[in-house]
Nanobody
Framework: QVQLVESGGGLVQVGGSLRLSCVVSGLTFSTYAMGWFRQAPGKEREFVSAIGWSGGRLYYADSVKGRFTISRDNAKNTVYVHMNSLKPEDTGVYYC????????????????WGQGTQVTVSS
C-alpha cells in the first residue's frame, strides 16, 4: 500500500519560512519523481515544484522561483520543500505526489498523492 504523508504546514507571517516534508512508503522511492502542488480555496490545484528520481532535475512554478527549494533524501524516502519569503498568495493545502522516474509539472501525470498539509500565510 502506497502512502505519502505530508507534514510541516502551519500558520506563518508574511516573509516567514516553512519546511514541508513528505515521507513515502510502499514504493521504490528512488525510482519515482516527486512533486509538490497546492490548492487554495475555490481554485484549481496547481504545480509548485518537482524533482526527478535522482534529484538531478528541478522544476519550479514561476510564482515560487527564488523563494522555494525542493530536495529529496532517497535514504529516508522523503521529499522536502523549503519555503522562504512567504506571501499571502502562498496560502493553501500543499500536496506531495509521486510518478515514475521523470518529473513533470502536470497534476494529471502524478499517480500517488498525499492527504495534504495546510499552509496559511497571514498579513
Amino acid at each position: 500500500q502506497v502512502q505519502l504523508v505530508e507534514s510541516g504546514g502551519g500558520l506563518v507571517q508574511v516573509g516567514g519560512s516553512l519546511r514541508l516534508s513528505c515521507v513515502v512508503s510502499g514504493l521504490t522511492f528512488s525510482t519515482y519523481a516527486m512533486g509538490w502542488f497546492r490548492q487554495a480555496p475555490g481554485k484549481e490545484r496547481e504545480f509548485v515544484s518537482a524533482i526527478g528520481w535522482s534529484g538531478g532535475r528541478l522544476y519550479y512554478a514561476d510564482s515560487v522561483k527564488g523563494r522555494f527549494t525542493i530536495s529529496r533524501d532517497n535514504a529516508k524516502n522523503t521529499v522536502y520543500v523549503h519555503m522562504n519569503s512567504l506571501k499571502p498568495e502562498d496560502t493553501g493545502v500543499y500536496y506531495c505526489a509521486a510518478r515514475p522516474l521523470l518529473a513533470t509539472v502536470q497534476v494529471y501525470d502524478y499517480t500517488y498523492w498525499g492527504q495534504g498539509t495546510q499552509v496559511t500565510v497571514s498579513s
